[in-house]
């Protein structure tokens, strides 16, 4: 039979069944196919990953970052799970981000509607940060880890959100329902063998319902203006006692200091008299005329001496006080504060 007379997908089909009519084809096509068949079971795991093998639906084995190869299907597949990357879920909102590593679940504002420990109820949202840290336990101990880690959140704030009261979920005790959150979320997740890791739990708004919401933020700024000024009171305290104290103690030192001047001043003039008082003993007449003279000689200088004739009428002034204002001032009744003050110091 001539091909010239076909048409090209009759011509198609006749070189496909010459081509195989020739010997050695068959068996150089099935050698093709086997070597494809195999190369399917290369494949390539990323940093951070980690690849679990499975054999009919069991895991195997683990292979890390690299190039890897598994028994082509169906007799083994694998599983890549990104055990570096830090995902996260959000309880109570829902933002518009597109990354794949967010778990959303519809409820919105319904799942952060919660129950305080004095019965009230607070808006509560939510976001929890994890990683992978079991692979083998991600994939195969639970059905779905992200929505039971999603129900487990919800389970552990409400449970921590029932056990404060409202004022303590909207003003200082924040960090307490984070960290007790966190933590029995971790026991859960850790009960369920989830093989996941919670990394950060962090609050996002806690508010009352919308009817109370203004009063409640009026209780909430007073209650920081009462904090900020028993601050500011406990700060002023902390600045003045100290000051205080130093005062007294600086007063404490000074009076000491007088005290022992004092009666160091006294024990010198105790011993410069008992000195004098010896040598008097020993020559009375001669120490007594040395302390008369050296009295005349400190009291002498600091003098005014008006000398005034006395065969002068009493009715005449027998002096003129030029450039001498300590004889006028004598003379008028007034005296010199310095002078006096000089000479009570000689005299003691």
Not at 37 to 64: C, D, M, Y
Not at 289 to 316: F, H, S, W
Request: glycine share 8%; charged share 30%.
């Amino acid at each position: 039979m001539s091909s010239e007379n076909l048409s090209p997908d009759e011509q198609i089909i006749y070189g496909i069944t010459n081509f195989f009519k020739k010997p050695g084809t068959l068996p150089l096509v099935g050698a093709l196919l086997i070597g494809a068949w195999l190369a399917s079971g290369f494949f390539i795991v990323q940093p951070g990953e980690q690849g679990i093998i499975r054999r009919f639906g069991e895991k195997v084995r683990t292979v890390s970052a690299g190039l890897n190869w598994r028994m082509p299907w169906p007799f083994e597949r694998a599983d890549i799970v990104n055990v570096e990357q830090v995902r996260r879920i959000e309880v109570g909102f829902r933002t518009q981000s597109r990354e794949s590593a967010v778990y959303r679940r519809g409820g919105g504002r319904s799942d952060a509607m919660m129950l305080t420990g004095d019965e009230n109820i607070v808006e509560a949202q939510i976001i929890v940060q994890y990683k992978i840290s079991d692979p083998v336990k991600y994939l195969f101990r639970l059905f779905d880890p992200d929505g039971v880690l999603y129900t487990a959140t919800e389970v552990a704030l409400r449970s921590a959100v029932g056990r404060s009261t409202i004022d303590d979920v909207l003003t200082v005790g924040r960090q307490k329902v984070q960290e007790e959150t966190r933590e029995f979320l971790q026991r859960l997740m850790d009960d369920y063998e989830s093989g996941i890791l919670i990394t950060e739990v962090r609050l996002q708004v806690v508010d009352p319902p919308d009817q109370v919401k203004d009063a409640f933020h009026e209780v909430v700024r007073a209650r920081e203006d009462r904090e900020r000024l028993i601050n500011e009171a406990k700060g002023y305290q902390e600045d003045i006692i100290p000051r205080a104290r130093g005062e007294a103690q600086k007063m404490l030192r000074g009076a000491e200091a007088y005290k022992e001047e004092r009666v160091l001043k006294a024990q010198g003039d105790a011993a410069r008299f008992t000195a004098l008082l010896e040598e008097y003993q020993k020559s009375k007449e001669v120490t007594w005329n040395r302390l008369q003279i050296e009295t005349l000689e400190k009291i002498y200088p600091l003098a005014t001496k008006v000398i005034v004739d006395p065969q002068a009428g009493a009715n005449v002034l027998p002096l003129l006080p030029l450039g001498n204002s300590s004889a006028a001032d004598l003379l008028q009744g007034r005296s010199d504060p310095t002078l006096l003050s000089r000479r009570k110091e000689v005299l003691s």
